[in-house]
C-alpha cells in the first residue's frame, strides 16, 4: 500500500465484507431455526429475522 489512505480504504472494505459475511451467517441460523419451531408466530419471527439481516447484506454489499 503506497499511503495511508489505502490501509484504511483495504480495512474499512474487509470490515464491510466480514459484516456481510457475518449477516449470511445470521440469515442462515434463523432459517435452520424456522425449519425447527413448531409454532406459526415463531416461524414468522424467524422468517421476519431472515428478511432483516438479508437486507442488511445487500445493503452492506452495495458498498463493497
Do not use: T
Not at 459484516?19 to 431455526?33: F, H, P, T
Not at 416461524?43 to 445493503?59: P, Q, R, T
Amino acid at each position: 500500500m503506497k499511503n495511508k489512505g489505502d490501509f484504511w480504504e483495504a480495512l474499512e472494505k474487509a470490515g464491510l465484507v466480514i459484516g456481510a459475511k457475518y449477516m449470511q451467517y445470521l440469515s442462515n441460523k434463523y432459517v435452520a431455526k424456522a425449519e425447527r419451531v413448531p409454532g406459526v408466530d415463531e416461524k414468522k419471527h424467524c422468517y421476519n429475522k431472515v428478511l432483516l439481516y438479508s437486507g442488511l447484506k445487500a445493503g452492506v454489499e452495495s458498498f463493497i
